[in-house]
């Protein structure tokens, strides 16, 4: 039982250690993080909708 708490207590020291990001960091942080989403889904969409019409085109002729 003393081996949980001295652990415990060393957690409780390692977590005051740590910097934590301020409130604004954190939202202009999440900011980034929603826009490389939102790009990433249009690249990412504009791709499939390209490959898909030219395996339409591939698809068609071959026919």
Known sequence: FARIIKYLSACKGELKKISWPTVSQTTRNFGIVIA?????????FALDQGLYALLGLVMETSA
């Open 36 to 44: 490389v989403i939102i790009v990433m889904s249009a690249f990412i």
